[in-house]
Nanobody
């Protein structure tokens, strides 16, 4: 299993930007598709974005398409989520996740093998 640690959350005004980062440990990082999920208070955890193992395919939830960008650096065993034009409804705890031999496209919470501890993102109106 790969271990994941997120960073970069915080408080931002609507329309602003944040960049989340996730550092992974483990020698098999390139075998994993990587994802970002989020969970707002009182709601279920939901898929936000995914990227395949080589980094040449990305997938997004409709709610963030055109505003968020997922990327990975396999030389540094890291994945990032650039979030632009943030809205109050983006407020949530954001989780980095990994799936062994995954394709990066939508995956359910149950389909994820490894999770980070989460980082809070709060967008004020």
């Amino acid at each position: 299993q790969v271990q994941l640690v997120e960073s970069g959350g915080g408080l931002v005004q609507a329309g602003g930007s944040l960049r989340l980062s996730c550092a992974a440990s483990g020698r098999t990082f390139t075998r994993y598709a990587l994802y970002w999920f989020r969970q707002a208070s009182g709601k279920e955890r939901e898929f936000v974005a995914g990227i395949n193992s080589s980094g040449d395919r990305t997938y997004y939830a409709d709610s963030v398409k055109g505003r968020f960008t997922i990327s990975r650096d396999n030389t540094k065993s890291a994945v990032s989520l650039q979030m632009n034009s943030l809205k109050p409804e983006d407020t949530a705890v954001y989780y980095c996740a990994a799936r062994l031999y995954g394709g990066g496209y939508y995956v359910s919470v149950a389909g994820v093998g490894s999770w980070g501890q989460g980082t809070q993102v709060t967008v004020s109106a």
